[in-house]
Every structure is written in structure tokens, then in C-alpha cells.
């Protein structure tokens, strides 16, 4: 059975950091492009960074580039987004997502249970 399980969410004063972290299995992690996805109240859901499965492409939301980082290492089946230069736009529901496309087209799509992220002094 496939689980994203993850961690480091929390309160932060405007200016801190967090790094979240998202460890998976049952999934061949490697296989699967990292999502890190955010949603506030009365907000749509954003896309707030990838990264592909060998690791080495990344792209982010205009709106965290320069203050976040994604990356993952796939020997420990984890992918981490680092967040600095926290603002109290960036309070959301965060979610960790893997998703791939077997070669008969199937898309597969798993996500992590969510951490609350909260900006604000």
C-alpha cells in the first residue's frame, strides 16, 4: 500500500524557516515526479514546486521562487521542501504528492495527509 506520511509543519514567526519533509512506500519513489502542493481558505489549490524523478530538474511557483527549495533523495524515499524567508501569504495546508504514468498511460497519483504551515507573529 502506497503512504505519503508528513512532517515539519508548524507555527513560524514571519522571516523563519521550515522544512518539510514527506517519506514514502510502497511506491517505486524513484519512478514518480514530487509535488509539493499548498491550499489556504478561499484560495485554489498551487502548485508550489516539483521535481522530477532523477532529481535534477526543478520548478517552482513565482511566488516562493528564491525562498524555497525542493529536493528528494530516492535511496531514503524522501523529498523535502525547504522554506525560508517565510511571509503570512505562504500559511496553507500543505501536501506532498507522487505522481507517474505507467507505459499503458495509467496515472498514478498519491498524496501525503497534509501539514498546516502557519505565518504569523
Known amino acids: 500500500q502506497v503512504r505519503l506520511v508528513q512532517s515539519g509543519g508548524g507555527l513560524v514567526q514571519p522571516g523563519g524557516s521550515l522544512r518539510l519533509s514527506c517519506a514514502a512506500s510502497?511506491?517505486?519513489?524513484?519512478?514518480?515526479?514530487i509535488n509539493w502542493y499548498r491550499q489556504a481558505p478561499g484560495k485554489e489549490r498551487e502548485l508550489v514546486a516539483n521535481?522530477?524523478?532523477?532529481?535534477?530538474?526543478?520548478n517552482y511557483a513565482n511566488s516562493v521562487k528564491d525562498r524555497f527549495i525542493i529536493s528528494r533523495d530516492n535511496r531514503k524515499m524522501m523529498a523535502y521542501l525547504q522554506m525560508n524567508s517565510l511571509q503570512p501569504e505562504d500559511t496553507a495546508l500543505y501536501f506532498c504528492?507522487?505522481?507517474?504514468?505507467?507505459?499503458?498511460?495509467?496515472?498514478?497519483?498519491?498524496w501525503g495527509q497534509g501539514t498546516q504551515v502557519t505565518v504569523s507573529s
Open positions: 504528492n507522487a505522481w507517474r504514468v505507467s507505459p499503458g498511460g495509467v496515472v498514478y497519483d498519491f
Open positions: 510502497g511506491l517505486t519513489f524513484g519512478t514518480h515526479t
Open positions: 521535481i522530477t524523478s532523477p532529481g535534477r530538474g526543478t
